[in-house]
């Protein structure tokens, strides 16, 4: 059974980047196929991107191409999602998923707060 | 892009049928996902592929998909199916995936 333990609270300025960590126990990191998404307070769920298998490579919501990068470390089974020039309204709670016929397996989430 | 419209709140009483609508242009060529999000907890899948189940959902829970709408249907709705609910496609040609604004459900 897949289990994704993410990284802790993020408090950051405006301007900044954030790091949030996700590590794969259950299965290699390499046989799933990783997502990110974030809610923002009292608002629905976004997906940022990730891994699509018909590409064989990660693709991102056009909302924030250029501002995201995903990475993974197949030693750790752990993945990686930075989100750089960060405003207040990055505010939200970031997940990590797996999806194979869906989302099927989330992270905990990790809370990350942009405030000057 | 591609767009998913949901009711913002559905309430029914305890007992009763639930149907949670997702409208989305020709919809019905898509596969929809639905998930529960209760508070303070991360989402879970409830229905993929349009009506089928992840192992350790209940029967009550199933899915519809036709036209420019899908619906998730919850029968004998009782208060700890109060939660708010996603429904989720993937958008056609970049394969996108994309959410619905979400629906909460409330037990009268």
């Known amino acids: 059974h897949v289990h994704l333990e993410q990284s802790g609270a993020e408090v950051n300025k405006p301007g900044a980047s954030v790091t949030v960590s996700c590590r794969v126990s259950?299965?290699?990191?390499?046989?799933?196929?990783m997502h990110w998404l974030r809610q923002r307070p009292g608002k629905g769920l976004e997906w940022l991107g990730g891994?699509?298998?018909?590409?064989?490579?990660?693709i991102y919501a056009q909302d924030f191409q250029g501002r995201v990068s995903m990475t993974d470390d197949t030693v750790t089974d752990t993945a990686y999602m930075e989100l750089s020039s960060l405003k207040s309204e990055d505010t939200a709670i970031y997940y990590c998923?797996?999806?194979?016929?869906?989302?099927?397996?989330w992270g905990q989430g990790t809370l990350v707060t942009v405030s000057s | 892009s591609y767009v998913l419209t949901q009711p913002p709140s559905v309430s029914v009483a305890p007992g009763e049928t639930a149907r949670i609508t997702c409208g989305g242009d020709?919809?019905?060529?898509?596969?929809v996902q639905w998930y529960q999000q209760k508070p303070g907890q991360a989402p879970v899948l409830v229905i993929y592929?349009?009506?089928d189940r992840p192992s350790g959902i209940p029967e009550r829970f199933s899915g519809s998909n036709s036209g420019n709408t899908a619906t998730l249907t919850i029968t004998g709705v009782d208060a700890g199916d109060e939660a708010d609910y996603y429904c989720q496609v993937w958008e056609t040609p970049n394969h996108h995936r994309v959410f619905g604004g979400g629906t909460r459900l409330t037990a009268l």
């Open positions: 259950g299965d290699s990191l390499t046989q799933v196929s």
């Open positions: 891994f699509h298998p018909d590409d064989d490579d990660r």
């Open positions: 020709n919809i019905g060529d898509k596969s």
């Open positions: 998923a797996t999806e194979a016929v869906g989302f099927d397996h």
């Open positions: 592929y349009n009506y």
